[in-house]
């Protein structure tokens, strides 16, 4: 499965290797095209998953901000409710297309 903004690929991965969670595609960190990626002082906190790091992302001199985020550290027994540890997964926003 491949995470699109415009026709830059920004992650790609099998779709085994990815994780669903509350409608979202989580992409392992390894299949993310972190040079497109920089840290984004937004903050969140799910009450079952822990803290986000969002991340803006940059294609074409074009910044999508907050369109993506992961949970770094996410709260263990969150774990069992995935039913994988999904740590430092991402998953994308609107701008964000993603399909096969």
Known sequence: ?????????????PEAHLIQIEGNWYFPPASVK??????????????????????TVTVDGQEHVDNAWSYPEPIPSSFDRVGKDYSGYVAFWKDVRVAD
């Open 34 to 55: 972190t040079e497109l990626f920089s840290e984004s002082p937004t903050q969140y906190h799910c009450p079952w998953k822990g803290d986000t790091q969002y991340w």
């Open 1 to 13: 499965m491949q995470a699109v903004i415009g026709d830059t690929v920004i992650a790609e991965a």
